[in-house]
């Protein structure tokens, strides 16, 4: 086994740098030798989900080893890592909704270790198996992960760009793409400019939408929006409770209608009925940022013939859209070493956390 060191979270709000140890791979199984890290609040969150585990859901890198089951991949590929592992068999990947599979997925699966993880028993702290987070683990030297976790990096891309594709980049692009559809000429709101919410304007404006709206309430984050494809933006007040006076505004910006899209970024309960608050009658919001509260919404911002959708990961499809992604890339048309603000080393994801939390960076990544 190898002998690397690894963020391990406790399971009760902390973390720590630990040595852990990776088996080579059996069956599907990848060892991929981790270049970097994207760092997310899903990653900060995770130090308090009652287990230790290794930390990290984003990331790339180079494979090491393949187990003999291993067909797409070869030893020295540089890969992505996907943590919405498909089986390609269940009913939801039979639909096409590969993003929630029913057997691999860590978020869908069922609250035990899914189908999707790479052997328990393979990656051990204190001789005993430790859990990799999201079936991934990717704060670590190296990991061990299925081989529908990887997407084979077709070209020229920097591991610290390559790494934050799978999760904020992903989600903003696809929940436009894949779930709202949006349509060129159209308007757009994204309520929160944090790594997602950066992630829907450039997806918005791949899109070709005309008008980009972005609301946030941090000034530095709304000069960030304008960057990434924001037509407009719109400085919100930390008091205006349901956003709506700032629905208002929108309004005003939109011919009175109110735009033809919405999407809340912002992962705060209490403006999780906001973009029905934003959008036109028979127009679209988007719950983006993962709310799982109970929240209260007044039935009149339905009216009329809004729909509201909650799409999980973008819906990504990982061999289909991570090539995309790719290109898009290639072409120069989607930013991801400009998103990529800071790096720093493992041992520094304390700062990096701290500077998360503070909005210093549109994203923060970890490298090896």
């Known amino acids: ?8 979270a406790d399971g009760q709000g902390g973390f720590s740098m630990q040595t852990i140890a990776v088996a080579d791979p059996i069956g599907d199984e990848v060892l991929v030798q ?39 991949i070869q030893v020295g590929d540089p890969v992505m890592l996907n943590w919405a592992i498909p089986c390609y068999d269940c009913f939801q990947c039979q639909e096409g909704n590969q993003h929630i599979c029913e057997r691999n997925s860590a978020v869908t699966a069922g609250n035990k270790l899914s189908q999707g993880h790479a052997t328990f028993e393979s990656t051990r702290y204190h001789g005993e198996p430790i859990e990799r987070a999201f079936s991934l683990g990717t704060m670590s030297e190296y990991t061990l992960v299925r081989e529908a976790a990887c997407v084979k990096i077709g070209v020229e ?12 980049v992903m989600t903003g692009y696809g929940s436009v793409f ?9 308007s757009v709101v994204v309520l929160g400019t944090g790594g997602v919410g950066l992630n829907v304007i450039q997806g918005a404006r791949i899109a070709g939408a005309g008008k980009i709206i972005a609301i946030d309430v941090n000034p530095v984050r709304l000069e960030m929006a304008l960057e990434y494809g924001a037509t ?4 919100a007040d930390k008091a205006d409770t349901g956003l709506l006076q700032a629905a208002q505004v929108v309004k005003t910006m939109t011919q009175g209608r109110g735009a033809d899209y919405a999407f809340e970024c912002t992962a705060i309960p209490e403006l999780g009925a906001a973009p029905l608050a934003m959008v036109r009658n028979a127009g679209t919001a988007v719950q983006v940022s993962g709310i799982e509260q109970e929240i209260v919404i007044d039935m009149n911002l339905f009216e009329w013939d809004k729909v509201y959708i909650n799409p999980l990961y973008g819906k990504c ?5 991570f090539p995309i992604l790719q290109a898009l890339y290639a072409k120069g048309d989607l930013l991801l070493d400009e998103m990529v ?4 080393p ?19 990544v970890i490298v090896f």
């Not at 894949?178 to 159209?186: E, I, P, R």
């Not at 603000?341 to 720093?344: A, D, G």
Request: include cysteine.
């Open 34 to 72: 981790i270049k970097a890290s994207g760092i997310c609040h899903t990653d900060w969150d995770s130090q308090s989900w009652g287990k230790a585990l290794v930390m990290g859901h984003e990331g790339a890198g180079v494979v090491l080893k393949v187990g003999p089951q291993v067909k797409s």
């Open 346 to 364: 493992l041992e520094e994801l304390a700062q990096a956390f701290a500077d998360m939390h503070a909005g210093k960076n549109a994203k923060g």
């Open 1 to 8: 086994m190898i002998q690397c060191k690894a963020a391990v």
């Open 341 to 344: 603000t800071r790096t720093y």
């Open 317 to 321: 499809r990982p061999q289909i859209d």
């Open 178 to 186: 894949n779930a709202a559809k949006v349509k060129a000429g159209s």
């Open 232 to 235: 407009h933006s719109i400085l």
């Open 157 to 168: 891309m920097p591991f610290p760009s390559a790494a934050i594709v799978g999760c904020g």
